[in-house]
T-cell receptor, first 114, second 116 residues
C-alpha cells in the first residue's frame, strides 16, 4: 500500500529563516503530489501540486516544492518564512493508475517566532 | 462563491449513541469526499461520491458508518453506534466535475466529534 512520510512533526523557526519540510512516499509508479496547508482556525487548502512536467512547482505565498523521482521525495521549501506561515502542512500523494486514492501524511506543525 | 458547509461544527456524544453529520458542497461540484482526521494524523478518505453514486467506500467501516448523497448535492455521514476511537474531525471536500484530483479539492471546516 502507498504511504506518505513527513519526517518533521513540529518545526519552530524564526522569521526570515529558510524552510524545508520533508515528504517521502512509497509508491514507485506514476504519482500526483500535493501540499496542503491549514492555518489556525481555517480550512485545509491546497498550497501546490505536481502532476507532470517541470519537477519544481511553485505555489501560493512564495512556497515551492521539488519532485525528485529517484528519491521518492516532494519537499516543500520557502526561502524566507513569515509569522503568517504558522500553520500545519500536509503532504499527500495520489496514484491515478493504481487506486486513485489520495493518501495524506501525518502533517508538520510549523511555528514561526516573530 | 460560497465554500463547503458542514454542520454541526462540534458534537459530543457517549459511546454507543448515534450521530449524523451534514455537508453541503460548493454549488455545481459533482464529486464529494468524506474524510476522518484523528488527532495527530492526516485526513483519511472514508467515502467518495460522484453525483449521487458511490465511487469508493473501501475504507468506510460499514458495520457502523453509512453515508448517502441522495440528490447528488448534500450528503450525510452517520455513525451508529459510536465507539471511543471514532473521536476525530470529519471533513467534507468537493471537486468540480468528475476529473478526479486534477481539479482542486475544496475542504469544509469539519465537524469535531468527541465520543465519551
Amino acid at each position: 500500500a502507498q504511504s506518505v512520510s513527513q519526517h518533521n512533526h513540529h518545526v519552530i523557526l524564526s522569521e526570515a529563516a529558510s524552510l524545508e519540510l520533508g515528504c517521502n512516499y512509497s509508491y514507485g509508479g506514476t504519482v500526483n503530489l500535493f501540499w496542503y496547508v491549514q492555518y489556525p482556525g481555517q480550512h485545509l487548502q491546497l498550497l501546490l501540486k505536481y502532476f507532470s512536467g517541470d519537477p519544481l512547482v511553485k505555489g501560493i505565498k512564495g512556497f515551492e516544492a521539488e519532485f525528485i523521482k529517484s528519491k521518492f521525495s516532494f519537499n516543500l521549501r520557502k526561502p524566507s518564512v513569515q509569522w503568517s506561515d504558522t500553520a500545519e502542512y500536509f503532504c499527500a500523494v495520489n496514484a491515478p493508475n493504481r487506486d486513485d486514492k489520495i493518501i495524506f501524511g501525518k502533517g508538520t506543525r510549523l511555528h514561526i517566532l516573530p | 462563491e460560497a465554500g463547503v458547509a458542514q454542520s454541526p461544527r462540534y458534537k459530543i456524544i457517549e459511546k454507543r449513541q448515534s450521530v449524523a453529520f451534514w455537508c453541503n458542497p460548493i454549488s455545481g461540484h459533482a464529486t464529494l469526499y468524506w474524510y476522518q482526521q484523528i488527532l495527530g494524523q492526516g485526513p483519511k478518505l472514508l467515502i467518495q461520491f460522484q453525483n449521487n453514486g458511490v465511487v469508493d467506500d473501501s475504507q468506510l467501516p460499514k458495520d457502523r458508518f453509512s453515508a448517502e448523497r441522495l440528490k447528488g448535492v448534500d450528503s450525510t455521514l452517520k455513525i451508529q453506534p459510536a465507539k471511543l476511537e471514532d473521536s476525530a474531525v470529519y471533513l467534507c471536500a468537493s471537486i468540480r466535475g468528475a476529473g478526479g484530483l486534477y481539479n482542486e479539492q475544496f475542504f469544509g471546516p469539519g465537524t469535531r466529534l468527541t465520543v465519551l
